[in-house]
């Protein structure tokens, strides 16, 4: 089982919340998992209802609870270190942490040069910055490579210090670049610590132990990316795990119906919307002006349902797992980030 899930998708996809939602899914039976943003955006945070995260590893959330036990009321117990209601406590801990490059680099100055305070000093300076962005390559072996340690990090007994770690990646169109450090430095150190701290990143991301998930929605250009991201995800030797449809939306007819519906077919809907009280059948009555707008409505619905069928059968031709979420009308609030988390357990391993 992969314990590095990395989580990317086209921008508006939701991946964070997917990334998210899966850190809790993997939650469970006492499992502690680390939920790693990468891009600053403290969107995580966002998600969570708690306050922006600093560089360090903090407790945010347990997984859901288990049957018979409330996972509001858990997550409220469980982080004052009190048992969930009906005396059941809930799956294992979510900690979160946001990657900070500068602090990384820092850190990095610090393991293998011992520079100390003559790292603060060079931050001061603006040194961190221009190194971070002169060579981007570096930037992204930092932010791998503090969530490739997590991973195979282990504590005075020699256990695995987390079970799993979710890292909410880069969209789509960067991801492969963003994994591929081993190439980005390439021509940056030849030699030396940063090339094999390089090499020591791409060996867990080229291994087993590591999944990119690809977040999508069932429409063109979502589905055309994850296609395209897939494709050199593969051509790089990197793992792809599977492909979460976020935000599906329930067909409102059924096949019959939504052939009527796409044909336009007039016969008997006004005799219906009469029966149903909405004034009479006759030609000209309220009923009869009904139907057009209802027609309407029905017609682009049952595009909208032909279109995703097609969309899906371009993504079930990828040959991966596919997993679904639902949209939630009124939004991701962190009760439906829990609702979404149970949906990725009964969908089974990811």
């Known amino acids: ?39 600053g955006r403290q969107g995580i945070a966002q998600l969570f209802e708690t306050e922006a995260l600093p560089y360090e590893e903090r407790k945010i959330a347990v997984g859901p609870a288990s049957e018979g036990a409330s996972p509001w009321g858990s997550a409220r117990a469980e982080s004052a270190g009190e048992p969930s209601r009906g005396g059941r406590r809930a799956g294992g801990e979510v900690h979160a942490l946001a990657i900070d490059a500068e602090r990384a680099l820092l850190d990095y100055l610090q ?37 490739c340690e997590a991973v195979r990090r282990k504590d005075k007994s020699g256990k695995f210090v987390y079970d799993a770690v979710v890292m909410d990646a ?15 430095v390439a021509g940056l150190a030849k ?8 090499q020591a990143v791409m060996r867990v991301l080229k291994s087993p132990e590591t999944a990119v998930h690809l977040v ?5 250009m979502p ?37 009527i519906a796409a044909r336009g077919a007039r016969t008997g809907v ?48 990828l040959g991966l797992p596919t997993y679904e979420l639902e949209l939630l009308p009124e939004g991701v609030d962190l009760a439906g980030l829990y609702h979404l988390a149970r949906d990725l357990r009964k969908q089974g391993p990811i």
Do not use: C, W
């Not at 520079?115 to 981007?136: C, N, V």
């Open 191 to 198: 030699i030396g610590p940063i090339h094999n701290q390089a």
């Open 223 to 259: 589905v055309q990316e994850t296609a395209d991201g897939v494709a050199e995800l593969r051509a790089a030797g990197i793992p792809v795990g599977g492909v979460v449809i976020n935000m599906t939306r329930p067909a409102l007819l059924d096949n019959g119906d939504l052939d």
């Open 170 to 184: 880069p969209p789509t169109g960067r991801i492969t670049r963003f994994l591929n450090v081993n190439d980005e």
């Open 270 to 317: 006004a005799k219906a919307l009469s029966e149903a009280g909405l004034g009479g059948a006759r030609r000209g009555g309220l009923a009869d002006r009904l139907i057009d707008p209802l027609l309407e409505q029905a017609r682009e619905h049952a595009e909208r349902v032909e279109l995703e069928r097609a969309e899906y059968a371009e993504l079930s031709a």
């Open 1 to 39: 089982m992969s314990r590095l899930h990395v989580v990317s998708g086209k921008g508006g996809t939701g991946k964070t919340t997917v990334a998210a939602a899966l850190a809790l899914a993997l939650a469970t039976e006492g499992r502690r998992t680390l939920l790693v943003e990468v891009e």
């Open 216 to 220: 999508t929605l069932l429409e063109e």
């Open 111 to 147: 393991m293998f040069y011992k520079l100390g305070s003559a790292g603060r000093a060079l931050k001061k300076l603006g040194a961190i910055d221009f190194a971070t962005t002169i060579a981007p390559g570096l930037r992204d072996v930092l932010l791998t490579g503090k969530a």
